[in-house]
């Protein structure tokens, strides 16, 4: 028989976010009072006046094809936003609306991309990006933004690891797994140099409206026209309106790329989901009370259970700045409990503690667990409670 599978997906990594995620519900459906902190979704659900949005789009008969690109009317309310928020002029043929933010990236590298090509991630990244550059043919290139840096990347270090063959950088702020965020002038430096080695900046803003303590979120288009131009911005609903199943993220940016991009999606989604579209309109266009009163409910369980968390032994944590994340490096806990390696940790804290938390080396930093505060309160504090717990009785110095 012939080889049943393509040699692109034979090197893709298993997510790690989604094996513990299933570990932990095995044991749950055994009856065992499990803890999940690996949720990369808001814990609330979809404000109602989008679900009524939504279903008097249905009840209106609008539920059939919709342009590849995405309604005009939410490209409209997309541009609206942007502008309102960000500063930013666009134009609809500078818009394409997709299946999540998720599916946009993986659209956009299959179109900038050649064999070859490399793009830059920074360390700590999201766990779907090398994936996708490798699916697109690109090369990975890694750049390690340490703890000592609060997870971020310099100026100095992005030209440094610029080649001939450099075709983008992403830049993730603020940042799945470490809820950083850049600042303008950081931003800035790194635009300063995508200018002057001519290559593209990626920009996932998915977390954009989750900011704490009087952080601002800037997008790096922000920085000049001549950034802009050079910048595909990728943003969504999914965090922000805590709408992850609709499956509706977009990009703004080149009318070249937009329109590759949406020429790709006419032969692989035909478009996103017509009603999901129209709830995002809503979204966008309507009251934005509740992603304020979400962002809130994030901000009040972080300064509640941070400190909790960095009391326990050999937990080093930098507080986040958006997101809701923690990233604390365990490596020094990992080894005076007895374990080889933080994996090790992971998968003893989830059978032993009954905790699930999400092993950094998904992304791209072995020494870090990601722990999401994206559940109740009630649940996060038992959870560091189990944790200090179980670091506490093993605990060999």
């Known amino acids: 028989m012939k080889q049943l599978l393509a040699n692109r997906v034979k090197t893709l990594t ?14 749950k459906e055994q009856g065992i009072d499990v803890i999940g902190l690996g949720a990369g979704e808001p814990d609330f659900n979809t404000p109602e006046n989008i679900l009524n949005a939504a279903k008097k789009s249905m009840d209106a008969g609008l539920t059939k094809y919709t342009p590849a690109g ?3 009317a939410l490209k409209k309310a997309i541009i609206d936003k942007l502008a309102r928020d960000n500063n930013l002029t666009y134009k609809a043929n500078e818009i394409i609306v997709g299946v999540g933010a998720k599916h946009v990236l993986y659209t956009l590298f299959q179109v900038i991309l050649n064999e070859g090509d490399e793009v830059i991630i920074p360390i700590p990244y999201w766990v779907s990006y090398p994936e996708q550059v490798k699916l697109a ?19 100095q270090q992005l030209r440094n690891a610029v080649t001939e063959k450099t075709k983008a950088v992403i830049i993730n702020s603020p940042s799945n ?62 965090k922000s ?21 949406t020429d790709l999606a006419s032969h692989s989604t035909s478009n996103a989901t017509t009603t999901a579209q129209y709830a995002t309109i809503e979204a966008y266009n309507g009251s934005q009370d509740t992603v304020e009163k979400m962002r809130k409910a994030f901000e009040s369980r972080l300064e509640a259970i941070f400190p909790k968390l960095a009391a326990i032994p050999g937990v080093k944590v930098l507080k986040p700045q958006g997101a809701f994340y923690l990233l604390p490096d365990v490596s020094e806990t990992a080894e005076k409990t007895g374990y080889t390696s933080v994996d090790d940790f992971v998968s003893a804290l989830l059978t032993e503690a009954n905790v699930a ?17 994206a559940t109740s309160l009630e649940l996060l504090e038992e959870a560091v409670r189990r944790i200090d717990a179980f670091v506490k009785a093993k605990w060999q110095d």
């Open 14 to 27: 298993p997510s790690s976010t989604l094996a513990i995620t299933a570990k932990a519900k095995e044991l």
């Open 70 to 72: 995405g309604l005009p």
């Open 137 to 155: 043919g690109g090369v990975p290139v890694y750049v390690e933004g340490t703890q000592e840096q609060n997870f971020k990347i310099t100026a």
């Open 177 to 238: 797994p470490s809820g950083m965020i850049y600042t303008k002038e950081e931003l800035a430096e790194l635009a300063q140099v995508a200018e002057e080695m001519d290559i593209l900046i990626v920009s996932d803003e998915i977390y954009e409206k989750l900011v704490y303590n009087g952080v601002e979120h800037y997008s790096i288009a922000e920085v000049s026209d001549a950034v802009k131009s050079r910048t595909i911005v990728v943003n969504g609903v999914a």
């Open 241 to 261: 309106h805590s709408m992850t199943g609709w499956r509706i993220g977009y990009a703004a940016g080149d009318a070249t790329i937009i329109k590759a991009m």
């Open 357 to 373: 938390v999400i092993p950094g080396s998904g992304f791209g930093a072995p020494a870090t667990i990601r722990l999401s505060y």
